[in-house]
C-alpha cells in the first residue's frame, strides 16, 4: 500500500482532504473537516488537480467521510458533480462510507441517494467491491 498523505499547511491540496491509500485495485480517501459550500468552492480546481495528479479516477475510488465535520446542500451538489466526471469509468466504483447523518438526510431530501454507492463500513464497501467484479 502506498500512501499519501498531507498536511494542513499544503496550499496545494483542499483543506478536506486527509489522505489517499492506493491499494492496487483501489483508493482510499480519507476525507476531514468542513465540506460546505465555501471550502469546496474555494477549493474545486485544487481537488481536480489532486484527481489528475494521482488519476483517481482509474481505479474503485472509496471515500471516507468518518472525519468530515460539516457539510450541506453544496455537498451534495459537488458529490453529483464528481459522480458525472467518474461515470466515465464505467467499471469503476465510487463508493462513500461513514457519512455524517446530516449528509445522508440531504441526499435523502434531494432525491439522490439512489444515485450514489453508500455503505455503512470501509468492510461493507470492500464488500461491494468484491461483489462488483
Do not use: W
Not at 488537480?49 to 446542500?73: E, G, M, P
Not at 467499471?91 to 455524517?100: A, H, K
Not at 446530516?102 to 450514489?116: A, I, R
Amino acid at each position: 500500500m502506498k500512501k499519501m498523505v498531507f498536511s494542513d499547511n499544503d496550499a496545494s491540496v483542499p483543506p478536506y482532504l486527509g489522505t489517499i491509500e492506493d491499494h492496487g485495485n483501489y483508493f482510499l480517501v480519507h476525507l476531514k473537516g468542513s465540506m460546505d459550500m465555501k471550502s469546496l468552492e474555494a477549493n474545486r480546481s485544487k481537488m481536480t488537480a489532486v484527481i489528475k495528479k494521482f488519476d483517481l479516477y482509474s481505479k474503485n475510488l472509496l471515500c471516507s467521510f468518518q472525519k468530515v465535520t460539516r457539510t450541506d446542500t453544496a455537498t451534495v451538489a459537488a458529490l453529483i458533480s464528481r459522480l458525472s466526471d467518474f461515470g466515465v469509468k464505467k467499471s469503476n466504483q465510487l463508493i462513500f462510507f461513514n457519512i455524517p447523518d446530516e449528509l445522508k438526510t440531504y441526499m435523502e431530501v434531494t432525491k439522490v441517494l439512489p444515485y450514489f454507492r453508500v455503505c455503512g463500513t470501509l468492510e461493507d464497501a470492500l464488500k461491494a467491491i468484491a461483489d462488483h467484479v
